[in-house]
Structures are given as structure tokens and as C-alpha cells.
């Protein structure tokens, strides 16, 4: 079993909706991080939270430490929002990041 | 400049050719890291260096060879690569345990 566990693996939706990504992780960890990759490009870091919700645009993230899982949330969903996103772990201070295997969001127009 | 600038964005190489990754970042971060990802794939970290000095090696082959010049920049040098090596290389950094910097990204084919 993974360390990190995202649901669901592909998730295709309309424009406009409300999108829900979730991450369950089993270890430890000092900060969870969402990032974004689009087709053949580079990662963008989107959040990195360590308790609570943070909000950034339409997007929202929210950690429950007690329940070792975090959501990932899209508001008024848009096409150009197509994406794989990630969501990783670090641990005790380390550099280095556990990543889940990604969800691949499509939002049709 | 919050970038992380990576160069080529594409290269081709033989098995027998000798090549270099580089990567460059100005925000004064301290960690630079190499990961590589395959299709449809999350990053594998390669290296981790912290402070000029390298830190995680997770147990790469030799034919990758990390160099960190200075604080700013860091290379990847590439021999006697296998096809199975092709990937998209990514490099990133970050200020101590923060929030990773990603870079676009290297294609990498080798034939």
C-alpha cells in the first residue's frame, strides 16, 4: 500500500462544477503539498499547509491531521483547470517529498 | 524572479553520447533537487543537494552525475545512457524543507 493515496485516479467533469479531490496518507508528515502539472509541462506548486484550509482563488485545500487526509477543491470549474494534480508529503523536516500517484482532471466545456 | 529555469527543454541523444543537463534558480534557495518522471507517472527524486553539497542519492546509476557549480545553479551530466532512461527530468528548489520550485522541465530521448 502507498504511503499516499489519492481518489479518485481520473475524474472528468462539466465547466462550472464543483470538483472535490481527496488524499489520504498513512505516515507522519510535517506538510502536505498539492501541485499541478498540465500536459507535458513542469509542476506548479498550488498549496502547502500543515493544518486548517487555505484558499487561493478558486481553489481550496483542507488538511485533517487527526484523519490523516487532505481535499483538494475547484470552485466554478474551467477547462483551462485540465490537469493531473499531485498531492506529496514531507516528512520531519526533510527535503525530500512522497508523492500519490496523481488524478487526472478533464473539465469539458 | 520566482523561476526555475531548466535548459534544453528537449534533447535527443545516443547511448554513447556524453551531455549536461542545467538548471538555474535566483531566489536565493539553499536545496536543489533532480527528479525524474515517466508518462503518466508521479517524480522519482534523484538527488537533493543542500548548501552546494550533496545530501540524498537515492542509489541513482553512475551514468547520472549531479554537480552543483555554485548556489544557483545545478547541473546534470549524462553517459552511456539506456533508452529506458527516457524521461522528462525536472528540476527544483527550495528555501531549507519549504515549498518546491519546479522547473518546466528536460524531455529526454535517448535512441
Known amino acids: 500500500k502507498n504511503e499516499v493515496e489519492q481518489s479518485p485516479q481520473n475524474l472528468t467533469a462539466q465547466e462550472g462544477e464543483f470538483i472535490t479531490i481527496n488524499c489520504s496518507y498513512s505516515?507522519?508528515?510535517?506538510?502536505l503539498h498539492w501541485l499541478q502539472q498540465h500536459p507535458g509541462g513542469g509542476i506548479v506548486s498550488l498549496f502547502m499547509?500543515?493544518?486548517g484550509k487555505k484558499k487561493h482563488g478558486r481553489l481550496i485545500a483542507t488538511i485533517n491531521i487527526q484523519e490523516k487526509h487532505s481535499s483538494l477543491h475547484i470552485t466554478a470549474s474551467h477547462p483551462r483547470d485540465s490537469a493531473v494534480y499531485i498531492c506529496a508529503v514531507s516528512r520531519g523536516g526533510a527535503q525530500k517529498l512522497v508523492f500519490g500517484q496523481g488524478t487526472r482532471l478533464t473539465i469539458n466545456p | 524572479d520566482t523561476e526555475v529555469t531548466q535548459t534544453p527543454k528537449h534533447l535527443v541523444m545516443g547511448m554513447t553520447n556524453k551531455k549536461s543537463l542545467k538548471c538555474e534558480q535566483h531566489?536565493?534557495?539553499?536545496?536543489m533537487y533532480w527528479y525524474k518522471q515517466k508518462a503518466k507517472k508521479p517524480p522519482e527524486l534523484m538527488f537533493v543537494?543542500?548548501?552546494?553539497?550533496?545530501?540524498i542519492n537515492e542509489s541513482v546509476p553512475s551514468r547520472f552525475s549531479p554537480e552543483c557549480p555554485n548556489s544557483s545553479l545545478l547541473n546534470l551530466h549524462l553517459h552511456a545512457l539506456q533508452p529506458e532512461d527516457s524521461a522528462l527530468y525536472l528540476c527544483?528548489?527550495?528555501?531549507?524543507?519549504?515549498?518546491?520550485?519546479f522547473g518546466p522541465g528536460t524531455r529526454l530521448t535517448v535512441t
Open positions: 543537494y543542500s548548501y552546494e553539497k550533496l545530501s
Open positions: 527544483a528548489s527550495s528555501q531549507n524543507s519549504d515549498e518546491q520550485y
Open positions: 499547509l500543515s493544518s
Open positions: 531566489m536565493g534557495h539553499r536545496a
Open positions: 505516515v507522519g508528515i510535517s506538510a
